[in-house]
């Protein structure tokens, strides 16, 4: 019913969300099941709507971020926890065009636990590894790789994790970023950011990376470094005021025109 135009698709994107987050305040069991029934249905929902301009994708990016903490904090036993993940899955498996893709990297969150994490990381290890297998000139994908590396992750398998991620022969930062976040939680933040550094190359999503290691940095009290750095590329706007003020609100305390005089000094013209 939504014809090419994305217009009516975004309005109901946005309705949907909200009627979700409304029932949640009085049944939060029954909005997690619309959650997970919106994100079952929405990708072919919006098959025929026009997604070059971005706003559908981002819309719906956005609805799995506002969605997936209403099912992940769901007061559901194991047994429909387990349903919702099938759902989901099937769902992620069957993404055309692929909107709801970045499900995966919330996968350990809606597992609400380490036996339902555990479950998966063992379910999808094995294919995850044959994939990585392949032999040189031949290509393989499994839309289950980042739902597997947040499972380990969630289940506190971080060797197992960084065993696993070495075996992949390309940088992709959509895998490596699990490998940085194990590197943390083992306490190994000077070998967390070489890892991260390590992962740029072609394509590769620098203000992501550049996000990575700063908040690295900062967390080891290392302001100035993070500064010089990464701020400005880490947080490269839409405009010059945006980039602006989100350095200033990551750098409270430092000098507001010292960050003006810096972003001008790395401005053309």
């Known amino acids: 019913v ?3 135009r994305d217009e009516p698709a975004l309005t109901r994107i946005k309705e949907a969300v909200s009627e979700i987050k409304a029932a949640a305040r009085k049944d939060h069991a029954l909005a997690a099941e619309g959650a997970v029934l919106f994100l079952h249905k929405v990708s072919p ?10 706003a559908v994708g981002t819309a719906v990016r956005r609805a799995i971020e506002a969605l997936v903490p209403i099912i992940a904090s769901a007061p559901a ?16 498996g069957d993404d055309d065009p692929p909107y709801i893709e970045s499900l ?25 590894e044959s994939v990585w297998s392949v032999g040189p000139g031949e290509y393989a994908f499994f839309h289950g790789t980042n739902i ?41 933040k000077a070998e967390a950011l070489r890892y991260a550094e390590n992962s740029r190359g072609l394509n590769a999503p620098e203000a992501l990376i550049d996000q990575a290691c700063e908040d690295i940095l900062l967390s080891s009290g290392m302001d100035d470094e993070a500064y010089r750095r990464y701020a400005i590329q880490a947080h490269r706007g839409s405009t010059y005021l945006a980039t602006f003020k989100a350095i200033c609100r990551k750098y409270p305390g430092k000098d507001r025109q010292e960050i003006l005089h810096d972003l001008a000094g790395t401005t053309p013209g």
Do not use: I
Request: hydrophobic letters at 40%.
């Open 2 to 4: 939504f014809g090419w």
């Open 45 to 54: 929902a919006l098959q025929n709507v026009d997604g070059s301009s971005g």
């Open 77 to 92: 036993d194991t047994t429909t926890r387990r349903k919702w993940l099938e759902t989901l899955f099937q769902a992620h």
């Open 104 to 128: 995966g990297d919330f996968w350990g969150e809606l597992c609400a636990g380490p036996e339902l994490a555990e479950e998966w990381a063992d379910r999808l290890k094995g294919t995850v």
């Open 148 to 188: 597997c590396l947040a499972a380990m992750y969630a289940a506190g398998r971080h060797e197992a994790l960084l065993t696993l991620l070495s075996k992949e022969r390309s940088p992709f930062w959509s895998y490596r970023q699990w490998g940085v976040k194990s590197l943390l939680a083992l306490g190994r």
